[in-house]
């Protein structure tokens, strides 16, 4: 990138955020690697789709305030009064999307043909309140431009996650231990965010919520639309008639395409604040170059891709062992189709940054017809 103050704010901002994201790679194999040693393929399988469906959940409600939050919050001269509503809409929906889980637990089970599944639904659910408000935390500090604090709560809840998840399994706890140990990862990041910014829960606020919903409607429907693209192949094998080893054999696949998807998480939203306070200066050639260059950071990608790729079967073996070994084409496809969506991912940071929501939504719904 350009040596512009704008653009090594950045390049600063995503080395702090990705080096805090990307430690979900080192813990996150770690973890899998304990997991699917302790647990077994069907009861690896098992903590995947519960992880899968929970974590769709949570990303799917933070989906629709996160982006309009960055932006309105890089906008505002006080970003309180915009902060205090969006935490008070999260709670409400994690606490609602928590009591939906407990009343179709049994319903998704049996579906998926899993009826122990049930069990871990419930407690998993548990998590959706606590994610969702630590989101809203990590949204304000990335658009007032808190980039490095931002990366030491994701930096705390990974490192977090891998020592609660190794702990509570090695005592015997099993698929349940490995469920609190994630619950457990969401409250630290949310204490650890509230260190740095404090949104107030119950000052009223005056904030126009008609101006939020315009805007966050079409976001959220992109959003939906995406994660709905990213997890349909993992269901579709469990509703086709794959077990629960077949699952946890594609969940490690997955696990090891995390990179590209790893970059866009850091950078997207970083750069979606940066453009949104370069264009409130009026700063548009700025901008413009700034977009550029996040377009061309993922192309540079796709050498790395091919190289992940030609190795895949000594990469899975390494870390899951042979009999994950079946992992390993998919994870050659995998990793090309998790650069593709995290140029997606930019492009439509870019878009929103300039004021059009509804192209994100043109650019994603065809994706999952």
């Given amino acids: ?81 915009i902060g205090a509503a969006v935490l008070r809409l999260h709670l409400l929906l994690g606490c ?3 009591l939906s889980i407990w009343l179709l637990a049994d319903s998704i089970a049996s579906q998926l043909g899993e009826p122990e599944l049930a069990f871990y639904l419930r407690l998993f659910a548990v998590d959706l309140p606590l ?16 980039f490095p604090q931002r990366a030491i709560a994701t930096a705390g809840r990974w490192l977090a996650r891998l020592l609660l998840i190794v702990g509570l399994v090695a005592m015997g706890l099993s698929v349940p231990g490995a469920i609190l140990g994630s619950i457990g990862a969401s409250l630290v990041e949310l204490l650890i965010c509230r260190f740095y910014v404090r949104p107030s829960l119950f000052d009223r606020t005056n904030f126009p919520m008609r101006k939020l919903w315009n805007y966050a409607v079409p976001l959220f429907l992109f959003a939906l639309s995406m994660r709905l693209y990213e997890k349909l192949d993992l269901f579709a094998l469990k509703l086709m008639g794959g077990t629960a080893a077949e699952v946890g054999i594609y969940g490690a696949a997955q696990n090891l395409a995390l990179i590209p998807g790893i970059f866009s998480l850091s950078f997207a939203p970083l750069l979606l604040s940066t453009l949104t306070r370069t264009l409130a200066r009026g700063d548009k050639l700025a ?37 994950f070994l079946p ?19 930019v492009t439509t940071a870019i878009l929103t940054a300039a004021g059009k929501p509804n192209w994100t939504l043109m650019l994603a719904a065809p994706l999952v017809p």
């Fill in 1 to 81: 990138m350009s040596s512009t103050p704008t653009s090594q704010k950045i390049v600063s901002g995503t080395i702090w955020v990705f080096l805090a994201e990307a430690l979900l790679l080192p813990t996150g194999l770690l973890t899998a690697a304990f997991l699917t040693r302790r647990l077994g393929a069907e009861g690896y399988g098992l903590f995947t789709l519960a992880a899968t469906l929970i974590g769709w959940i949570g990303w799917s409600i933070t989906s629709v305030f996160t982006r309009t939050t960055i932006k309105f919050v890089g906008e505002a001269a006080d970003w309180r009064a």
């Fill in 96 to 98: 609602g999307a928590m």
């Fill in 131 to 146: 994610f969702c408000v630590g989101y809203v935390h990590r949204s304000i500090l990335v658009g007032i431009g808190r």
């Fill in 287 to 323: 901008a413009e170059q700034t977009g550029c260059h996040a377009l061309r950071s993922i192309v540079l990608m796709l050498p790395f891709a091919g190289m992940n790729a030609g190795a895949a079967p000594e990469i899975v073996q390494f870390i899951f062992g042979k009999p």
């Fill in 327 to 345: 992992a390993a084409p998919v994870l050659a496809v995998l990793i090309f189709g998790a650069i593709a969506l995290a140029m997606i991912s």
